[in-house]
């Protein structure tokens, strides 16, 4: 595709042209399916031109057209539909993009059935969004079932599952379980060094949340000992008096 190499231009005079002969092809455009194609393709042109606000009207009018045509649940229109929400997560509209997790991970879960794998990485990203949100006991269930499903089907040492003891770890770590949030991200570098090699940005940003906690130990130490070592108050002994 032209924006792929970087020719935006050319790119969106063309989109622009098929989205036109598409609209004009029919006196209804919702029924043509190149229609929401085009659309769909200008939106991801638009988000990697930061033009978040164009994307979501393209995404929202070609799910709309796919949505009719195609029906709620073909692959097409659930791949738009994971595009807006993709693009609702980087604009903040974390509720939107739960509401809309929530659908996809229901139409996956009847097509796919509910112990397959990209089901379960669908349950992880949905995890992902409600820790954002700062939910973090519905986060830990969905991603607790993430884990579970991703263990069962690929295997313990498959690189989705340090994935997920890594969001796992950031749950424990706000609840004040830094001791076993330093265990689960301990785990996820060795599955994903393995799995992916030690420069692979997956494991430098999990080797970056492992030194982050683990700099909070040391300071939670220090602070306790230094409240050991501080001089308690003497206390009145009997008959004495306060000045």
């Keep these: 595709m032209l924006s792929e190499q970087g020719r935006y231009a050319e790119s969106e005079d063309f989109l622009q042209r098929a989205a036109y002969l598409g609209e004009a092809s029919t006196t209804s455009p919702g029924s043509n399916i190149e229609y929401a194609m085009a659309l769909g393709e200008l939106a991801v042109l638009r988000q990697r031109q930061e033009n978040f606000d164009a994307a979501g009207k393209h995404l929202t009018d070609a799910l709309e057209y796919q949505q009719t045509i195609l029906g709620p649940e073909h692959p097409s229109t659930l791949a738009t539909l994971s595009n807006l929400i993709t693009l609702q997560l980087e604009a903040g509209e974390t509720s939107a993009a739960i509401q809309n997790f929530e659908a996809v991970l229901r139409?996956?879960?009847?097509?796919?059935?509910?112990?397959?794998?990209?089901?379960?990485?669908?349950?992880?990203?949905?995890?992902?969004?409600?820790?954002?949100?700062?939910?973090?006991?519905?986060?830990?269930?969905?991603?607790?079932?993430?884990?579970?499903?991703?263990?069962?089907?690929?295997?313990p040492e498959h690189p989705r599952v340090g994935i997920v003891l890594n969001n796992l770890a950031q749950i424990w770590q706000l609840k004040g379980n830094r001791g076993e949030a330093l265990s689960l991200l301990e785990r996820a570098v060795s599955i994903l060094e393995y799995a992916l090699g030690p420069e692979h940005p997956e494991v430098k940003r999990v080797l970056d949340n492992l030194a982050h906690i683990q700099q909070d130990v040391i300071q939670s130490k220090d602070t306790g000992a230094d409240r050991a070592r501080a001089p308690r108050p003497e206390a009145n002994t009997p008959g004495s008096t306060d000045t």
């Design 107 to 155: 139409a996956k879960e009847r097509l796919l059935g509910p112990d397959h794998p990209d089901v379960a990485l669908l349950v992880n990203n949905l995890g992902e969004a409600y820790l954002q949100q700062g939910e973090l006991n519905t986060s830990e269930n969905l991603l607790m079932r993430a884990l579970d499903i991703t263990v069962r089907q690929l295997g």
